[in-house]
């Protein structure tokens, strides 16, 4: 498998904004969706958001209108921008690339990054 690799995260106030990013090699090259969970203390994990390799973007319900994601093809990159941040928001946030209809092999594209701690707090 390949190791994705997660950056950002951090402690901020509420209404703040954090920027995560998660880099997979071949995420390009071999047509990765890539999508974000989150999982808070004593909680199961929870779906955010995706994108697919043809640039189609979902959130969860509780995130639209405040986070974004969206992918620097050339760097095999893909950001979650997280804008209005609540202390709800607070969990741990990992990412995962899946094959899309265009992966050839479905073993190209079943990584998790290692995870990043986002913690909304005054």
């Known amino acids: 498998q390949v190791q994705l690799v997660q950056s950002g995260g951090g402690l901020v106030q509420p209404g703040g904004s954090l920027r995560l990013s998660c880099t997979a090699p071949?995420?390009?090259?071999?047509?990765?969706?890539m999508s974000w969970y989150r999982q808070a203390s004593g909680r199961q994990r929870e779906w955010v958001s995706s994108?697919?390799?043809?640039?189609?973007?979902s959130y969860v319900g509780s995130v639209k209108g405040r986070f974004t994601i969206f992918a620097d093809k050339a760097k095999d990159t893909v950001y979650l921008q997280m804008n209005g941040l609540k202390p709800e928001d607070t969990a741990m946030y990992s990412c995962?690339?899946?094959?899309?209809?265009?992966?050839?092999?479905?073993?190209?594209?079943?990584?998790w990054g290692q995870g990043t701690q986002v913690t909304v707090s005054s």
């Open positions: 071949g995420f390009t090259s071999n047509n990765c969706d």
């Open positions: 995962k690339t899946t094959p899309s209809t265009y992966t050839s092999a479905r073993s190209l594209c079943d990584s």
């Open positions: 994108i697919s390799t043809t640039g189609r973007t």
